[in-house]
């Protein structure tokens, strides 16, 4: 008799025992009723909840490191500064849906932000029309990674070049930046035939990180989620578009934001008064809070001191 059959009843006890601790866990939390989280999405393969087929969008191609497109002499020399290539955003008026629609181009490998995080942005850091700021933040972490990368290949080619100690100033520095997602990465990655992979497998990381800003989109003043799936001819081709347009729910949920109810009010009245014809029974506030404050100022002085006829 074998080592493996003297000890088969052991081994298929303690898998007894195990199975009904697990049992015993999963009893807490309403097993055998409790069937879990299901294997089978509610929607079929490849759609989306809005009905958009995701396997039928195409795909938005963009290349890392960005393609050279140089524009004068000295970029002809020295190279262009990489640059993010964002999704454009189309803005159009009607007088149906008003003046801040805008449409994109609709691909299966866009994305954007969290309803929630995009919420947080507009409300708590008044962000919702000029999105100046995070378009600046986006190129800031693309050329960062651009650059970061850009070491992680002279590390990689000083490590070829035997007679070169990278231990050494000026090397130190570059070694010290790149080296500890080496030491990071070890046991996670293999080595291939002996060769360590690790700084190949976090070079192409970074250029999917790099590249995948470039399909984020920023739907301000709209939530991502506001986007309504539909197609329109452009330039004489049928194309899937994300549709954003009417009044931004945000804008409902919230105060508009004072200062462009102050932008309507000093330079742009016909969109204030496109505002007040189309959404005036919402209960919404239009008007900028200097305007509102000297009615309230006046409603006072006219109930106290009515005028004298």
């Not at 930046?177 to 030491?183: F, K, L, N, V």
Request: net charge negative.
């Amino acid at each position: 008799m074998g080592l493996d059959e003297k000890f088969a009843p052991v081994r298929i006890a303690f898998y007894d025992k195990v199975s009904e601790l697990f049992i015993k866990i999963a009893s807490q939390f309403g097993y055998p009723d409790n069937s879990g989280m299901p294997t089978i999405s509610r929607f079929p393969t490849g759609v989306q909840p809005n009905g958009a087929s995701i396997e039928s969008l195409p795909k938005r191609i963009t290349y890392f490191p960005p393609a050279q497109r140089p524009e004068n002499w000295f970029e002809m020399i020295f190279g262009t500064t990489p640059r993010v290539e964002p999704m454009p955003r189309y803005i159009y008026e009607t007088q149906d849906e008003g003046f801040y629609n805008f449409y994109i181009e609709n691909y299966k490998n866009i994305f954007f932000l969290p309803n929630w995080l995009s919420e947080f942005i507009q409300v708590k850091l008044n962000i919702c029309l000029d999105i100046s700021v995070l378009e600046i933040v986006r190129e800031v972490l693309f050329i960062g990674l651009v650059i970061y990368s850009q070491m992680v290949i002279l590390r990689i080619a000083l490590s070829w070049f035997i007679y070169i100690n990278p231990y050494t100033f000026p090397w130190s520095y570059l070694t010290t930046a790149i080296d500890w997602t080496e030491d990071a990465l070890q046991g996670v990655i293999p080595s291939i035939f002996g060769v360590n992979i690790t700084g190949s497998v976090f070079l192409g990381t970074l250029g999917i990180l790099a590249d995948s800003l470039n399909h984020l989109v920023f739907t301000m003043p709209f939530l991502p989620s506001e986007g309504q799936p539909t197609k329109l001819v452009i330039n004489n081709q049928m194309k899937d578009v994300l549709v954003f347009h009417y009044l931004p729910t945000l804008w409902y949920k919230y105060p508009i934001p004072n200062d462009i109810r102050e932008f309507w009010f000093r330079e742009r009245p016909d969109i204030l008064k496109y505002m007040q014809t189309a959404y005036g029974d919402l209960g919404l506030h239009l008007l900028p809070d200097s305007q509102i404050q000297m009615q309230m100022i006046q409603d006072f002085t006219d109930f106290y001191h009515p005028p004298i006829l």
